[in-house]
């Protein structure tokens, strides 16, 4: 489930506009939703190849051109129909779990 | 990197553990296996910027948290299974900036340990007497044939001088440098032109390497470069008298 859910966690980094991938990793790092950093990198080449995200290469300031990823028509379904299903399941299982614990 | 000539004993740390992740990667299409070291190589990088690594421990520690080769392998090849065909464009690919790398040619040790840096550090001086001395440039050609304005960064070896190979057209966009490195100059040319790459040789004196076998090899095994880009090889031309 996490790992379901990352994926929708990088599109929505991505709701706000394009970002390169050491800034995507970054942050999902430091929310402390990844571990091994480099596994995000395959995550986002699944989401290239589904169309979720799209890449350009910006050239950078320092350093070599970065690919930067964004947000397609497709992601942006995508994550606003996650964020639905996840709101309602949250709201769902919240409901069990409190229910567990008054009894 | 820009004031430091040669790689450093991190660097080579850097170099084995995209070498490891190559070889756990061999499995994805080439084109996704060459896209992701890419990016690999490219966060290992900002990472460094972002605080740099000053022994090997702190290299050791990034390493980590990049993670273990085998887990990026397991991450990549779930696309594999369902995506058997690389169907989205080919991802147009930095050429890394020629390097000499002392990978070994053997890379299916784990994660690289600080434990086993004394021996790195023990050949990086080799290698640095070894560059050190005069470098012959024998032959070279360049023939990239394929340009892209979303081709990144270029590179190639700047000693090297080009001459005629004859241009495979191979199919791919782009192709892995082979790791040849402890190989004879017989074998790693075979090696590297059966991927459609050209060779260039430079010959060093070294007391420890047998003539005739590769020393150190530029860009390192595992990278992707444009199709018939040169790898420019070291080779030992025995004890300097």
């Not at chain 2, 080579?12 to 296996?33: F, H, I, K, N, T």
């Not at chain 2, 090849?77 to 080919?90: G, Q, R, S």
């Amino acid at each position: 489930m996490r790992k379901g859910a990352l994926e929708y966690c990088v599109l929505a980094l991505l709701r706000d506009g394009e970002r390169y991938g050491f800034e995507i990793v970054r942050e999902l790092s430091a929310a402390e939703l990844v571990t091994s950093e480099g596994t995000i990198y395959p995550l986002l080449a699944r989401l290239r190849q589904d169309g979720s995200v799209e890449t350009s290469w910006r050239e950078s300031t320092q350093g070599p051109p970065r690919r930067y990823y964004s947000l397609t028509a497709d992601g942006k379904a995508a994550l606003d129909y996650f964020v639905t299903e996840w709101r309602r399941f949250c709201v769902a299982v919240d409901g069990i779990l409190d229910a567990g614990e008054e009894r | 990197m820009s004031d430091v000539p040669f790689r450093s004993d991190l660097d080579r740390m850097v170099d084995r553990y995209l070498g490891e992740l190559a070889a756990a990667l061999q499995r994805l299409p080439v084109s996704q296996r060459d896209h992701l070291l890419n990016e690999i190589r490219e966060h290992i990088s900002e990472l460094r910027a972002a605080q740099p690594a000053r022994d090997a421990w702190d290299m050791e520690a990034l390493l980590n948290r990049v993670g273990l080769p085998e887990d990026i392998a397991a991450a990549a090849l779930e696309n594999v299974d369902d995506n058997a065909e690389d169907a989205v464009n080919p991802a147009p690919i930095p050429v890394p900036a020629p390097v000499v790398s002392t990978l070994p040619t053997t890379t299916t040790t784990p994660t690289p340990t600080p434990t086993s840096t004394p021996s790195w550090s023990r050949r990086s001086r080799l290698l640095a007497g070894f560059v050190a001395a005069i470098v012959l440039v024998v032959a070279v050609s360049v023939v990239v044939t394929r340009h892209s304005d979303d081709v990144g960064p270029g590179g190639s070896p700047s000693n090297v001088v080009p001459t005629t190979t004859p241009f495979r057209p191979s199919t791919p966009s782009r192709a892995t440098v082979p790791v040849v490195i402890g190989q004879t100059l017989a074998q790693a040319t075979v090696a590297i032109q059966s991927t459609g790459l050209a060779v260039g040789s430079v010959s060093d004196p070294s007391n420890a390497v047998p003539a005739g076998e590769v020393l150190s090899q530029s860009p390192a095994g595992g990278s992707f470069v444009p199709p018939a880009s040169v790898v420019t090889l070291v080779v030992s031309s025995g004890p300097a008298s």
